[in-house]
């Protein structure tokens, strides 16, 4: 049992993904871009990750990680944000 563990903890650290992360200072900001987001600009809302400081508790996460294609998009559509970094995990 323990080797199964082993094993895909093994496998986790291994296959980590790198993820665009947009931080807001309101829920609600967080929620506007949820509900604007596009075919070509989409992600998901996900609880803000410890190692990101924002004024919001959620934050948004996509796999397109064209950061000025995000500012701009998001100045487009007037939507307020924090910061916009990248992580992996």
């Known amino acids: 049992m323990n080797m199964r563990r082993f094993g895909l903890r093994r496998f986790l650290k291994m296959n980590k993904q790198e993820y665009l992360i947009i931080t807001f200072h309101s829920l609600d900001d967080a929620m506007d871009l949820d509900a604007k987001q596009t075919a ?50």
């Open 40 to 89: 070509s600009m989409k992600g998901r809302l996900i609880p803000k990750p410890s190692v990101i400081d924002a004024g919001c508790g959620m934050c948004f996460s996509c796999q397109n990680k064209e950061m000025e294609k995000w500012k701009i998009f998001l100045e487009e559509n007037q939507i307020h944000y924090e910061k916009i970094v990248k992580v992996v995990f």
